[in-house]
């Protein structure tokens, strides 16, 4: 069954006089639990279609359905209610804030939710202990490491227990050996906790750990999507 599905998706941007293309008929079905990589050079739309994916960006013209709702039309406070519910988002840069601990940084998204603050501690304990973090709740970021800041993020990104993880360049400021754990830990989400990954990378290592490649150029995809 199929969580995302884009059709006929064009989007373009303004400059002055100037259009820009930088996504051109895009047709994409992810499959529920799937962990897909998205590559492609710089300025290719990589990003762009993740945003559009994760209900950050809209197309100029083609329809986003993402877990059977379309995005299309929402207003800006409903795509943040569906974001909070049915999306993780994960970074190059890992966006905490540095004055919180680990657990304040992943209880962030479920403040937008109407559980108590003894719950959303409680969630918060889990997610660290999955990332294996759990002994680290009271940390701020400046007491971690790279690696480690990465997993309170992926932490924070699986803590309202979405379906759905976007990743863009999730490893491209870790070394190798840091990189490899994280993409391991991805990887038991999607296998073990049965969350759909779609990954935007330059690293041909990190892809390997994908089910599925797909390669962006010129705004146009090509690639074994099945």
């Known amino acids: 069954m199929a969580i995302v599905e884009l059709r006929g998706i064009e989007k373009s941007y303004t400059k002055g006089r100037e259009t820009v293309d930088v996504l051109t008929g895009i047709n994409l079905e992810i499959d529920e639990g799937d962990y897909l990589a998205l590559m492609g050079p ?9 945003n559009m994916i994760g209900g950050i960006d809209h197309p100029t013209s083609g329809s986003v359905v993402v877990g059977g709702e379309s995005l299309n ?10 974001r909070s519910r049915n999306v993780g988002f994960v970074f190059q840069f890992y966006n905490l ?16 939710t109407k559980l108590s603050g003894k719950q959303r501690k409680k969630n918060a304990d ?8 759990g002994d680290r709740a009271s940390h701020k970021p400046g007491e971690l490491s790279g690696g480690q800041q990465q997993r309170v993020a992926i ?8 379906s759905l993880l976007v990743c863009d360049e999730p490893t491209g400021d870790l070394d190798r050996d ?3 754990e994280i993409l391991d ?8 906790h049965g969350k759909t990954i779609v990954m935007v990378t330059h690293d041909p290592k990190a892809a390997d750990h994908a089910s599925h ?12 999507a099945s």
């Not at 710089?42 to 993740?50: D, R």
């Not at 039309?73 to 569906?82: C, D, H, P, V």
């Not at 804030?97 to 937008?112: C, D, I, T």
């Not at 830990?185 to 073990?192: D, F, K, P, S, V």
């Open 155 to 162: 932490a924070r990104a699986i803590v309202a227990d979405p």
């Open 73 to 82: 039309g929402m207003s800006g406070r409903a795509l943040a209610r569906w």
């Open 126 to 133: 889990t997610a660290l202990e999955i990332v294996g973090l």
């Open 178 to 180: 840091t990189a490899e």
């Open 213 to 224: 490649v797909l390669h962006l150029d010129k705004g146009r995809l090509s690639g074994d």
């Open 97 to 112: 804030l540095p004055v919180l601990n680990a657990r304040r940084n992943v209880e962030l998204p479920l403040l937008l």
């Open 185 to 192: 830990l991805l990887a038991i989400l999607n296998r073990e």
């Open 42 to 50: 710089s300025g290719s739309g990589k990003t762009t279609l993740l």
